[in-house]
Every structure is written in structure tokens, then in C-alpha cells.
């Protein structure tokens, strides 16, 4: 097993602190010649093609179906997935055994593709490793100001947190870009509902947790019940710490010489950006009701599954949340009134024409047929929300196969698929690379800082800066001179020719590079 490694890299970043440039780094393994033929190559087809989201799409119909497939269902081609293609006998077909496929591999082990398994680690273990580590910066802060200490503690236990989260975001990596890793519709409905229940590593808290909750509450409910995601979620200890579920208790606690009080920031989030969303209906006092009924729920360090409810903490006064009334007799029954009120949120019509409309932006174009999302919307319902019912209409659906439907990749997207087309990271280096790409093209792994989750549409992605980025990572990945020509099926045949005009050792870059490419 290699552990992922990083260097501290020198960011600029503008005033609305998004990141502009990757340093210089990327100047000395990309030769300033390779990258001006491969902004030409960009920019001519893009003059050609008028822009990436409104090109013609020329390929055969076959191959234009399996590339749609492979890069929306999964990240994209690579011989082995379109000879799976090819035996299921199109690509709807494959599509359609992919939803089975993909629910099947929920339910098993992960496999790790010989990333460090430290993020996977039982909750208990997570929990005494972080305290340990936080007892050590507070001892060796307390000998850095004791002049007359002559040994300081190891720095080991420091990185520990670190250590863990670059390590869940290396899995990531892996997991999209290797099907022997990851079943590629289940690597990218882990995606899914990973953004839409968004933390993020870069809270202190949180970092030691965030692999544990993709692999095990986001992971094994990807394409199950909504229900049941939505409470995997709301219990694990990097949600309840990324919206400070674990602080909120009923207002006046006293918690040693302190009173405490409400928080409401995953109650408000659980309605805005989980379920309802903004114009779902609902009112500030019904934030705060559902805040008062979620009181309790917070952090177990010895549990496995690091939860506990405390009826101690509970506020167990009547409530009203969408009109529902909530109260419990007996505090230690208490935790039934926050899991009422889960289920009911998430079945409200309001909460399936949300989930609807991001599933159909995420599969289909930025701006689905308002058809689709009702047809969505509607099977989530009669479906008891059950994931998998809804993506069945979504293959079924021919805006899914539409050529007019446009999706750009995000950063992420990106370095997925080129990284699946050369056969994933082959070494720790390209591991760091991509990375520290995706950090710099303002898309790190698991360190999204708001709750709301990344946007996915060409307007926020596609911009020339981004294309310098992009040619610059997928030259440096093809220096190693892989064969891509499985993929000169899916490229525009005036983009080809721009290709075969280059040096043979820039072809397979460029491939990588191509507006083509930057489709999904």
C-alpha cells in the first residue's frame, strides 16, 4: 500500500477566492512549445466547433451513445468498458444492467486499489487516533512555550487527520478511474449525493471522518432509499460536526458552568439544501422547530457507528414543523421525533421535484426538459424514493440520448476520465498531480466549503483558463506515451485531423485535451 504524500504548493487566488494559475511547477513538466500546440489545438477547434456546449456531434450514432453512456453513467471510455458495451448489445442496454449492477456493488466491501485503509478504519479508532492527535498538539504547544523542556513529542500524530483525508480523497480517485475498483455508476452516484450532503475536509473536525462517511453513509445507500441515505447521513460524526449538529441542544442546558442553546445550522440546511430546497414551503420558524427536534443528536466516540441521542440534551417541549406536530412524552423516546421528521421531509412533493431536477442537471444538461423532471419527480414518489426506480425512466428517456442535451465536464470530471482512459494513477505521483489540479481548478476532492455542494454547469467550468489547466494535466499524464486510440471514435473528425497534424508524442495529450473530450 503507498499513503499519498503532498507538498505545499503556492496558490494565487482573486479577490472572490476562487484559485487563478497552478504555480510554476506546471511550466517545467510542460514544455511551453507542447503547450502553446495545444492551446492552438483548443482554441482552433473551438473556432470551428463555435463553442464545446453547442457543437454538432458527428460521430456515429452508436459510438456517440456509448461515449454519452460511458462519461454520464460513469468517467468514460476505456476498452474494456465498450467491449461491456458492445456484449450487452448497445449502450442503453449496458445502461440499463448498470443500475443493477451498480446497486449490487453498494451492498459489498469496497475495495480500496491499494490506497491506505486508515479512513476506513472503525468510527472508535477514528475518534481515539484524532484525540490523540489533538493531545499532542496541545502538549508540544505547551513545550514550545516551556523553555526549560528538553523533549518535544513526536510530530507523527499530527498529520494523523491530514493524513487520513488525503488518503479518502486518493481512494476517490481511484474509485472513478478504475472499474476493477469501483462499479463506474456507483463511483458516480457516490459523487452525487456526496455533494448534495456536502462536508468538507477542510473543517478541523471533520477532516478524520470524511472517507469514513463516503464509503459508509453515501456509499451503500447511492442507490437505495432516500430515507435511509438522508439518516446515514444526519448521523454520521462528519455531518454532525460539518453543521454543528453535535453542539445543539435545548436552549438553557447547562453543560458544566456553561448554558448552551440551539444551533441551527443542519436543521436549515437539512430543509434548504437536502430535501425541500429554498422555495420548498417552508418558514424561519420551521427551521427552528425542526432545529428543536433534532436537539440530542450528537457524537458517540465508543459506538461503531459514532452516534448517540441524549435525552438529556433533548427539547422535548411541543413542536410544529410543515404544520406536523412533534413532542415526546419520554426524552429517552426522543430520537423518534428527528427521524419523523426526516422521513417526512423527505417525502414531501417538494423535496422529489428537487432531487429530480439534480439528478436530470447531473445526467442529462444544464437545463433539463421539464418533462423529464416531472417523470422523475413522480417515480421518486411512487417509488417510496427509492433511488434506482428513478434512474430506470431517467435511461429510459430520450433526452438522455438526445445529442442536443449538452453536459461540459467539471475539473473533477476531467481528471476522472483521463485518468480512466490511461488506466488510472499508476504511481503516487499521479496521485499528488491530480490533486493538486483539481485544488487549484477551485474542485479539490472533499474540501468543497459550503454545504450547498459544487455547482456542474458549463458556465461555472468553462473558461480559457480552464483549458490552459486541463491541457496542462493531460499532457503531463501522457507523457508516459499510453495508447488512447481507442478513443479517436468518439472525437470529431476535424479535431482528429488537427491531432494527427502534431508530433506522434503530443497526440495522445492532445486527445486528452480536446474539446471532444471536455464533452460528456
Not at 453498494?106 to 487516533?129: K, T, Y
Not at 528538553?150 to 483525508?165: C, D, I, K, N, W
Not at 457524537?299 to 413532542?327: E, I, N
Request: one cysteine or more.
Amino acid at each position: 500500500m503507498w499513503r499519498v504524500r503532498m507538498r505545499r504548493r503556492t496558490l494565487v487566488v482573486s479577490p472572490t477566492g476562487e484559485p487563478e494559475r497552478i504555480n510554476a511547477m506546471s511550466q517545467r513538466l510542460f514544455p511551453p512549445t507542447a503547450r502553446r500546440r495545444a492551446m492552438a489545438l483548443l482554441l482552433a477547434a473551438l473556432a470551428a466547433c463555435g463553442a464545446i456546449a453547442a457543437r454538432a456531434d458527428n460521430t456515429p450514432a452508436e459510438a456517440a451513445a456509448t461515449y454519452r453512456a460511458l462519461s454520464r453513467l460513469g468517467y468514460g471510455p476505456t476498452p474494456a468498458l465498450i467491449e461491456q458495451v458492445q456484449r450487452a448489445g448497445g449502450a442503453r442496454a449496458w445502461a440499463l444492467r448498470e443500475i443493477d449492477a451498480a446497486r449490487a456493488a453498494s451492498a459489498q466491501p469496497v475495495r480500496l486499489g491499494g490506497v491506505a485503509s486508515d479512513f476506513n478504519a472503525p468510527l472508535p479508532e477514528i475518534f481515539e487516533r484524532y484525540r490523540d492527535e489533538r493531545e499532542q498538539r496541545r502538549e508540544r504547544a505547551a513545550a514550545k512555550a516551556d523553555a526549560a523542556s528538553a523533549v518535544l513529542p513526536t510530530e507523527a500524530p499530527q498529520r494523523y487527520s491530514a493524513g487520513v483525508a488525503r488518503d479518502a480523497a486518493a481512494w476517490r480517485l481511484m474509485s472513478c478511474s478504475r472499474p476493477d475498483v469501483e462499479q463506474p455508476l456507483l463511483a458516480r452516484m457516490t459523487e452525487f449525493w456526496f455533494n448534495h450532503l456536502n462536508v468538507s475536509a477542510d473543517k478541523g473536525r471533520v477532516k478524520p471522518f470524511v472517507g469514513h462517511y463516503v464509503v459508509n453513509a453515501i456509499r451503500p445507500h447511492a442507490l437505495g432509499k432516500f430515507d435511509e441515505l438522508l439518516l446515514a447521513s444526519a448521523r454520521h460524526p462528519a455531518m454532525l460536526y460539518y453543521l454543528d449538529q453535535a453542539q445543539s441542544v435545548a436552549d438553557g442546558t447547562l453543560q458544566g458552568e456553561r448554558r448552551r442553546g440551539l444551533n441551527e445550522n443542519y436543521a436549515r440546511e437539512l430543509m434548504e439544501l437536502h430535501t425541500l430546497g429554498a422555495s420548498g414551503g417552508y418558514t424561519q420558524a420551521d427551521v427552528r422547530a425542526l432545529a428543536r427536534v433534532l436537539t440530542g443528536w450528537t457524537v458517540a466516540p465508543q459506538q461503531p457507528d459514532g452516534f448517540r441521542f441524549a435525552p438529556r440534551l433533548h427539547d422535548g417541549a411541543a413542536k410544529t414543523v410543515l404544520g406536523r406536530p412533534f413532542s415526546s412524552v419520554d426524552p429517552r423516546a426522543a430520537e423518534a421525533e428527528g427521524v419523523a421528521a426526516i422521513r417526512m421531509l423527505s417525502q414531501q412533493p417538494a423535496t422529489a421535484r428537487r432531487i429530480a431536477l439534480r439528478l436530470a442537471q447531473w445526467f442529462v444538461a444544464d437545463q433539463p426538459p421539464p418533462a423529464l423532471v416531472e417523470q422523475l419527480a413522480q417515480s421518486f414518489q411512487s417509488s417510496g424514493r427509492h433511488i434506482a426506480a428513478v434512474m430506470r425512466p431517467l435511461v429510459h428517456y430520450t433526452a438522455l440520448w438526445d445529442p442536443a442535451n449538452k453536459l461540459f465536464k467539471t475539473p473533477y470530471d476531467h481528471a476522472c476520465s483521463t485518468l480512466a482512459a490511461l488506466g488510472g494513477p499508476q504511481d503516487e505521483r499521479d496521485v499528488q498531480r491530480t490533486l493538486a489540479t483539481l485544488q487549484a481548478a477551485g474542485q479539490g476532492v472533499q474540501r468543497w466549503a459550503t454545504p450547498d455542494g459544487y455547482k456542474t454547469n458549463a458556465a461555472t467550468w468553462l473558461a480559457p483558463e480552464a483549458l490552459t489547466r486541463r491541457a496542462d494535466y493531460a499532457m503531463q499524464l501522457a507523457r508516459r506515451a499510453p495508447d488512447v486510440a481507442f478513443l479517436t471514435r468518439f472525437v470529431q473528425p476535424a479535431t482528429l485531423q488537427r491531432i494527427d497534424a502534431q508530433a506522434p508524442g503530443l497526440r495522445a495529450g492532445l486527445l486528452l485535451a480536446s474539446p471532444d473530450f471536455m464533452a460528456k
